[in-house]
C-alpha cells in the first residue's frame, strides 16, 4: 500500500514511514508529518520536546495505537542504533555478566569483553576479591 488516507490527509509511504506534508502558516513552509505522530498527537495531544513516537514491535509500518510509545529522543535513537547493530553484526552483541544489558563489541576488538562499562568490570572485580578476602578469612 503506497498511501493511506486518514481524516482526509493522505500519507505518503517515504522509505519506511507514511509522511504527510503539511502548510505551516506561520513559518510560510510545508512540513513532513509522519503517521505515527500524526496518530498520537491525535489521540493523546502534543509530544514534549525531546521525545519521539517509538513503534514497539519495530515495524514502523504497523501504526496501530498499542504499538507506540513515546520515548527521549535520544534513549530512542540509541535503541535504534543498538537493533541495527545487532541485525548488521550478530556475533559482535553480549550481554553483560554483572547486569545483563546488551552491549555491542567491535568487530575489530581481539579481547573477549565481558562487561559493557567500567563500572561493572570494577564492581565485578570486587565482588570477587571480596570474596576471596572472606574466604581466607573464614568468614
Known amino acids: 500500500m503506497k498511501k493511506q488516507t486518514i481524516d482526509g490527509k493522505t500519507f505518503r509511504l517515504h522509505g519506511n514511514y507514511y509522511e504527510w506534508l503539511r502548510w505551516n502558516p506561520v513559518t510560510k513552509k510545508h512540513e513532513t508529518v509522519t503517521l505515527q505522530r500524526y496518530l498520537w498527537e491525535r489521540d493523546h495531544g502534543p509530544i514534549p520536546d525531546g521525545f ?21 529522543t535520544l534513549a530512542h535513537r540509541s535503541l535504534h542504533m543498538l537493533e541495527t547493530w545487532k541485525r548488521n553484526h550478530p556475533e559482535t552483541v553480549k550481554n553483560c555478566e554483572e547486569c545483563g544489558s546488551p552491549f555491542g563489541v567491535p568487530w575489530n576488538v581481539k579481547v573477549q569483553k565481558r562487561f559493557c562499562s567500567d563500572f561493572c568490570q570494577n564492581k565485578a572485580y570486587n565482588r570477587v576479591r571480596l570474596g576471596r578476602y572472606h574466604a581466607k578469612k573464614g568468614i
Open 52 to 72: 519521539d513516537v517509538h513503534h514497539k514491535n519495530l515495524d514502523p509500518l504497523d501504526n496501530r495505537d498499542e504499538n507506540f510509545e513515546l520515548l527521549p
